[in-house]
């Protein structure tokens, strides 16, 4: 991928070899093993630049996790990722509203909007997922996961702004092979995953895999006795590779995932004065209701709830890649077709009270992506790549929002009758079209032993249109004039349309110097662009509660990054210790923002002036010795509104007519300033029921600093430090089986994920307990 990025900040011990196929990038990577004592630390194969090298000799921000990383750890989602990959961040608070940032950047935490384009890219075997709740299902039969940081898209696929995570399934093979896996664990956990490989011919193999992971609702309606939160996903993939000679090889790949769960539930998470008049903050008007809360703890995970929760989505699509050997250079094209339905449903004022009983919106997303690349052979003094993409995306949305027999009383206050909103609904279509085109290019130039210079350029056009109305019925009939005006200050009719075309110039230069063998100086220079984007979920009012027609389109956003670092590897290789430093600065950032001024959530795009993303990352590695190995990593990021003037009001500064504050100066959400992640296992031969193999024991450990959850830094959505231990011990059987015990949030640590305002802002929060501590046992196989 790219060099805007900076130096890799995360590595594992223990990353075994896997089976590769020269045929392709993705199999030309495989993690390489060395003797279990070996005093050196092991080598790792990356595709960064699209030919295989090990980490440590390329110069770009790179975190590989391989694939036993992943199972012994129990790592099978991204969320999970991010506990051991420190400059990695994901919120989620349904897999709609899905925030995915690295470094700090990518999309401001708050309510999705189908027209903001991703910051952080998501590829899958080089095959874009355009929406970020791909992010949230399951990672199935994976050979390896990359985490690539800053401006990406002078090698590859959609240009991002904040960085890419670059996930490699396993490929077929023709040497027959399988993999059987099972856990069973507290709360109803149970997952299982199968894959099988094989030749069909001498010049055809194949692939199949599924997996399924189930788990209770961890949160309990008080009210039904039902559960929700729980975990119910499934996840099928088939692949066929066609290899009739050593130069020509082509991969069929199919997939379908599919999450039905009931989601996504928040509970009382504890009350925050505003500068409301107290009649209208969340004491006086539960006490006039006579509601009283499940629990004052939120950790109790209860909920009375009275209407439905769920958030079903299903992803698939089908690609083919296809690599040929022209002697000077490879020709690859990657041609895909991928399709996203989310079926949602919420009681958004999460409680027994009628206030906004269902707020949801459903999507129907397609999309088509056509990649080609000419990519250099050999090992001459100047190697290069260039390549042309094009992708199309279509996205249709429902909304519907419904008002219940305490709005009137909750929004608008005490005096109004209830009847005014009583039924009153807000229902919202939405349809948006992306056609995007690009060329790009990169080349490397080894001037001498020593020095390297990289420059890459990418050029980008794109072309976006869209249609948005909503309509709004029931509540009050005959309404008089000020009442019909309250209704629409809750909610209004709607009807835009907006079109936007724009292309630009960007591209990154690196320059290298190979010190000595063991230490690898460098830096880099990158410039990121994201097209404007459409707002999808209605506009903003002017002060005559008039829609800003204006704001339907905002502005492209623009990123420089810059970085040094190095990577070294000290004591005769048995330690690796490698630093970067970066600067990244965004003008026009575009974010999804919660207007705050009113009694109604509303939710829109905006343009924030300039934000700023600083730090240092760190990556340690000892090679094991005696059976025992380690590893630390961390990454400290100062991120903050540089420039944001008239940004949403936090929560406690919320009066009856406040409209904008100033947040400049200000932390960007869901970044904490320091994380840390640490751990070791140690291995010693050892037999068990008559068979060789060896015992482990292992702990992994993440920590990270406080952190606020909401776009608007309110001082109630602050999350404070916490941190993750795992534990995990077994037997790895010399034959294939493989068990062992584990132990998730070993400390049983309270934490949230995610804390916001009610709607009506009258004080009440609501949160998302992160996961108790979970016990389990896993039992694998393969031969």
Not at 157 to 162: D, E, F, I, P
Not at 247 to 263: G, K, M, P, Y
Not at 716 to 741: H, K, T
Request: hydrophobic content about 40%; charged content about 15%.
């Amino acid at each position: 991928m790219l060099l805007g990025s900076a130096a890799a900040v995360f590595g594992l011990v223990a990353l075994p070899a896997v089976a590769a196929d020269s045929g392709s990038v993705d199999s030309a990577a495989a993690d390489v093993a060395a003797d279990g004592d070996a005093a050196a630390v092991e080598a790792v194969i990356v595709t960064a630049r699209r030919r295989a090298e090990q980490a440590q000799d390329v110069p770009i921000a790179l975190s590989v996790l391989s694939s036993e990383t992943l199972d012994k750890t129990g790592t099978y989602n991204l969320a999970q990722v991010v506990q051991l990959a420190p400059s990695l961040y994901l919120g989620s608070f349904n897999p709609r509203n899905t925030t995915v940032n690295i470094r700090g950047l990518g999309n401001n935490l708050g309510l999705a909007n189908d027209g903001l384009e991703a910051g952080v890219g998501l590829y899958i075997d080089q095959v874009y997922f355009s929406r970020p709740a791909a992010s949230t299902f399951d990672l199935s039969d994976v050979e390896r996961v990359e985490v690539l940081r800053g401006p990406q898209g002078t090698l590859f696929g959609k240009n991002t702004t904040a960085g890419a995570i670059n996930v490699s399934t396993r490929l077929p093979t023709f040497t027959p092979e399988g993999r059987f896996e099972l856990s069973y664990g507290e709360y109803g956990f149970l997952q299982g995953k199968a894959s099988i490989a094989g030749p069909i011919n001498d010049t055809v193999a194949f692939r199949l895999s599924a997996s399924s992971t189930q788990r209770n609702g961890l949160v309990k309606n008080v009210v039904t006795g039902r559960n929700y939160n729980n975990l119910d996903n499934t996840a099928i993939r088939g692949q066929l590779l066609f290899k009739p000679s050593d130069r020509l090889s082509i991969r069929f790949v199919a997939d379908w995932n599919r999450q039905e769960t009931d989601c996504c539930v928040l509970v009382y998470a504890g009350y925050g004065p505003t500068l409301k008049p107290a009649a209208l903050q969340y004491p006086a008007l539960i006490a006039g209701l006579n509601y009283t809360n499940p629990s004052q703890n939120a950790f109790d995970r209860l909920t009375d709830i009275n209407d439905q929760a769920k958030a079903n989505q299903t992803l698939g699509g089908v690609s083919a890649v296809v690599d040929y050997d022209l002697g000077f250079a490879t020709l690859t094209s990657v041609t895909a077709w991928r399709y996203w339905d989310w079926d949602p449903a919420n009681d958004a004022d999460f409680s027994s009270l009628s206030i906004l009983d269902k707020s949801q919106n459903a999507d129907q997303q397609d999309q088509y992506s056509q990649e080609i690349r000419l990519a250099s052979n050999g090992d001459g003094p100047v190697s290069w790549i260039v390549g042309a993409y094009a992708f199309r995306q279509t996205i249709d949305a429902q909304g519907l929002a419904q008002y219940g027999a305490n709005s009137a009383y909750w929004l608008l206050g005490p005096a109004q009758p209830s009847a005014l909103l009583n039924g009153y609904q807000a229902r919202s279509g939405a349809s948006s079209s992306t056609n995007s085109y690009a060329a790009f290019g990169q080349l490397t130039w080894k001037v001498g032993e020593r020095l390297s210079i990289t420059p890459g350029l990418r050029y980008t056009y794109e072309e976006k249109d869209a249609a948005y109305i909503q309509v709004v019925s029931g509540g009050l009939a005959n309404p008089t004039p000020a009442q019909q005006a309250l209704k629409f200050a809750v909610a209004r009719p709607q009807a835009y349309a907006a079109h936007n075309n724009d292309g630009k110039l960007s591209g990154q230069i690196n320059v290298a110097w190979q010190q000595t063998p063991d230490l690898l100086v460098y830096g880099n220079y990158a410039r990121g662009y994201k097209s404007g984007g459409l707002n999808l979920s209605g506009l903003p009012l002017d002060t005559a509660g008039n829609p800003v027609l204006a704001r339907a389109v905002i502005a492209p956003e623009k990123t420089d990054a810059w970085e040094a670092g190095f990577k070294s590897q000290l004591l005769d290789r048995r330690v690796i210790f490698n630093v970067a430093a970066f600067w990244s600065e965004t003008q026009d950032y575009q974010a999804n923002v919660v207007d705050t001024a009113g009694g109604a959530l509303r939710q829109f795009l905006d343009n924030i002036p300039k934000v700023r993303s600083r730090g240092v990352e760190v990556d340690t590695r000892l090679a094991p010795i005696n059976g025992f190995g380690v590893y630390a990593s961390g990454a400290y990021t100062d991120a903050e509104y540089v420039s944001y003037a008239n940004g949403p009001c936090p929560l406690e500064r919320i009066g009856t007519t406040t409209q904008a504050c100033d947040l400049s100066g200000r932390p960007l959400p869901g970044v904490s300033k320091l994380v840390v992640s640490a751990g070791g296992e140690y291995r010693r031969p050892a037999r068990a029921l008559g068979l060789a193999g060896e015992a482990y024991a292992g702990a992994d450990w993440n920590w990270r600093s406080g952190f606020y959850s909401s776009a608007s830094d309110s001082t109630y959505s602050r999350i404070g430090s916490y941190g993750l231990l795992n534990l995990r011990a077994g037997f790895r059987a010399e034959n294939g089986w493989d068990a062992f015990v584990w132990v998730k949030n070993a400390a049983d640590r309270k934490y949230f994920q995610y804390i916001s305002g009610l709607v009506g802002n009258t004080g009440a929060l609501n949160g998302n307990p992160g996961d108790p501590r979970t016990v389990g046992v896993t039992l694998k196989a393969s031969y």
